[in-house]
């Protein structure tokens, strides 16, 4: 420590260290003596002083500077000191002799009034080390300076809290009338250390060495210490060692007779405690002391992980700590004191409780480890059903499926996954199952879930069946539920957001337009408006009923049958919650949904001359969609994008809920919101940085309006929105859009545009400006007929002419008739309370102060209210 280290460590550089750095001193520790002395003011006074472990001389600087001129000031160390005015160092160890011998030829018969030790061993070994030599060290400058002080002399010494603490304080009392403790602020928080001040020496003339004696001054302490250990299960000590967070501290200090933070026990206190965990959590380490002890050490278990783990016990984690019990089980085999059981790497608790299982807690478990498999493989399942699902979708973005492919996957993937949750089959299945094996279960009884819960072990397999559906339909509850509170999170947020609300109203209106449009469209049609609902309950009934092979002829009557069916399906659907009803209704969406992706694809020119595919593929979501068209118009063989211009394809708006905001995406088909845009466009011109580098890429021949297109399809252009909630919708909205790259040039132009916007003075201001502008016109024109009369006058010379008509003139010219203007006096300092007009105020003046306003405003609230209330 002698040397100067380097000080780097973040916490090291802090105001002490600076402070010292600048006012010159060699340690930040310097500090702690100047705190110290300011408290008992012993350096002041003092003759004479000794340092023992004074280098880097911190402590020597202060006593130099503080201690009155001629005073003696010996510094010692192991290490040499730099030269210090009016200080004599010398390098000795302090608990030698020759140190002894060396500081009294220093100090010849003189007597030291202070003996100061801030000596720290090597630090950098284990801490419990560190305090051992410690006290040791405070014991031996302790030697020295009872051998050197004078009576009533003052023994300044850093101690550690440890074990020894109360040793050492013990052995102080009996030297010194005063003792005290002491932690200056420039002492680190985290630091052990602490000072004691032991001041007026008995200078008593024998001392008995035992006083001294590490051995004799230790040796109670520890023994204090093991006894303080053996009561382990000691209230405060107690502590779960796995559940720190229950660890209950002293708030009000150490517990009665424990002032020390370090507690030493033997390793057989930890092997043999019934209560391991509690020994673990009160002891700072364990050893391997005894015979027996050393002999446990030796064996091939206790691994030096194990040794290193006893050693600090206090810096341990989870894990150490669980290792430490599983070689504590194991050692307990090895030396007897455990029969050797199964799950020898339990934990302590599980090995103390190997009471017999009976047969029914094995039953139990056996079940839960079905049910866990089983809800495992479920969870597999439908895992693998999405992944087919986003791989399909993935493909298709990447251009990577045949066309054939795309409309057969698509349904695969609708009817591997649609299946058990859109049209129930699952549900189907399990009546079957259960009319056939389960008797207590009724066909299509949905709300078996309480029967569910009372099925015993052989129907375990259904059990788990069941209770996947019932998960699942919790969690269509769940997030019906979520959709509720969704709902009225945006009610509120309309009521308070007037902002929000206008946009909502426009997206309501918007739905509104467009309905319209189709409904017109429709009027065409025989179906009138029911054609998209029977379309999209017999997209919804059609894998249902081709399940049960009953209808056939759909295609033949389209409107008629899908009522009928939309009716069996109403009843079907009575009594379930809202949320299955939502389900049921979205997933043929998500058909059509896919359906208008590929006719999107396909509307492209490239494939406009593959009329063959076309075909197939028009054929294949005819079949696919049984009817989903409104009327059969046979011409299947147009192509697809003539195919998008057709009414029949209109319906798809019907069927599918225009979203609100569709994040920007292009749609071919969206005829009416390219409309609508159109119109907005012309009237308001381009309104965002996106739109106008666009549209001067367009100008600047930069790119094409095919690239455009082409750039419509993008990764966001084809996302399917099935399943989706509101909300998650509502951000997507907001967040996930293709990035159109914007310019300069373009946001310079909007900002220009802006400004211009901006500089355009308001309608009530231009009035104004009128009016006045209006009223001096008047004003010079009454005063150029006044000016014409007084020309024509004779009664005047003409120079009292020009004089009348230039005062004419100037009037006619001038703004007006000046405003009296009303001088504001604020009621306070020296106005305050004052009646008549204040000093220094001409003219029409008003006294104010801050309790008017208020009055003002409050009656004018009043009479408000009041006229409200008679209306
Ligand atoms: C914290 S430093 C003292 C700092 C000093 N008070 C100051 O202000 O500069 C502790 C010193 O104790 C010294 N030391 C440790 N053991 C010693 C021993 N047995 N004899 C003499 N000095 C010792 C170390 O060399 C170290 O320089």
Redesign the pocket.
Known sequence: ??KAQKKTGKGRLDKYYKLAKEQG???R??F??IQLNKKYSFLESARCCI????????????ASKTMPQNSVIVG????AIKPIPRVSTFA?????TH?RNLLRGELKDWKADVV?H?????VGTAWVQDAY?QSE?VL?SLKLAVEFLMKGGTFVT?VFRSADYNSLIWVFNQLFAKVEATKPPSSRNVSAEIFVVCREFYAPKTIDPKFLDPKHVFKDANATGAAGESGLSAGNLQANVFQPEKKRRHRDGYGDGDYTLFRKTGVSDFVQASDPIAVLGSVSKLAFETEEEKEWAALDITTTDVKANLDDLKVLGKGDFKSLLKWRTSLREEIGLDVKTKDAEELTEVVEVTEEVDEEAQLQQELERLNAEASARTKRERRRANEVKQRTIQRMQLQMVAPLEIGLEQTDAALAHGSEDVFDLGDAENALKKKGGVSRFAAGDEDGSDEDEELDGEESDHEVLDTDEEREKKTRELEGDLDGLYDAYRERLAERDSKFKAKEARAKNKEREEWRGIQEEQSDDNDSDEGGWDELQQAKTRVDESSSDEDSDSDDEPAKPSLKRRREVESEVKGQKKARLLTKLEEPKSKLQASRATDVWFSQDVFSGVAGLDDVDEEEEEEEEDGQDGEEDGESDAPSSEAADEPSDDDDFEIVPQEPDDGGMWDVEDENEDDAKQARIRKNGLLTAEAVTLAQQLVNRQTTKTDLINDGFTRYSLNSKDDLPSWFLDDESKHYMPNIPITKEAVAALRAKQRALDARPIKKVAEAKARKKYKAAQRLEKAMKKAEGVTQTDDMTEREKAQQVEKLMRKGLSKGKKKNEVKLVVAKGAHKGLKGRPKGVKGRYTMVDSRMKKEVRAKRRKDKETKKRKH
């Open positions: 420590m002698g001193y060699r340690a520790s310097a702690k003596l340092d023992l472990c004074a280098a880097p001389g911190g402590w020597l600087q202060v010692v160390d192991l290490v000795a160890d302090i608990t030698t140190c100061l801030d000596g720290a061993p090597n030599s060290l031996m850093k």
